[in-house]
């Protein structure tokens, strides 16, 4: 029996032991590359980029493919991930109660607005929209739900760095930046928007477009989530509420999930 088992585990350095599922291991190797390759890729694509060969990847895509983590393009023969990845995700984390919780708070703030709105939670060294409402007026400006977000150079990034622990914040900003004059403006960048309770900033992807965003607390006090708004001025008219309006909208919003989720009144400091 222990020869069985010791067959199945690698030794780390200092006497660990490892166990080894190389199946399960390639499988999540296709669906991390498979992540940044929206136009997909074939079966020997992926071998090349694993550096494994094509029947050890064939037999794990067909597995995969049939379980419908993944999905063939008919015309090109390119696998892509499916929202079956997304599905989980969602249900095995916190995020479908937040965005759950959430959901009533951001239809009120749009339709107030006029202005989209999305939920932005921390995924270890990037962020993840998990919810989104989008404007109800004609003409609007979404974030996709999935979409990741760059946490040194976004707004919603920012809020979710200035609010978690110090030691966590800086070492995930020495790797996203290194160790230079970036990693020093970064953190300066930080203790000001946790002064101040919120970030506004323009948008790093879409220029005309000014983001907002507040934090949004859980019932243990730590953060929970950046609620954010790209703001997009209008000129037909239909503008509901100015930058500084709807930035008090998007506070009292951030306040009133902080609230639902149990969170005391008083975690984010004052404006």
Known sequence: MAKTEQAGTDQREGGGRSYSAPALEKG???????????GGLTISEIAARLGRSISEVFRVIIVMERRLWLRKNPGNDRYSVTYRALDVAFRATPAQTLSQAAAPVMFDLAAATNQSCHLVVRA?????????????????????????????????????????????????????????????????RLDTV???GFEMQPSARTNGVTDLSYPVFGFDGQLAAAMTIPFLAMIDGSQLTDLEQTGQALRDAAARLTAELGGPPDTAPDA
């Open 194 to 196: 946790r002064a101040q």
């Open 124 to 188: 270890q060294d990037r962020g993840i929209v998990v919810h989104r409402q989008e404007s109800p007026a004609a003409v609007g400006f979404a974030i996709r739900l999935g979409t990741s977000v760059d946490l040194a150079v976004s707004c919603s990034g920012h809020v979710l760095l200035a609010f978690a622990p110090a030691e966590r914040r800086q070492q995930i900003l020495i790797g996203l930046l290194g160790s230079g004059p970036a990693l020093r403006s970064a953190l300066k």
């Open 28 to 38: 999540f190797d296709i669906l991390e590359l498979l992540a940044d390759e929206q």
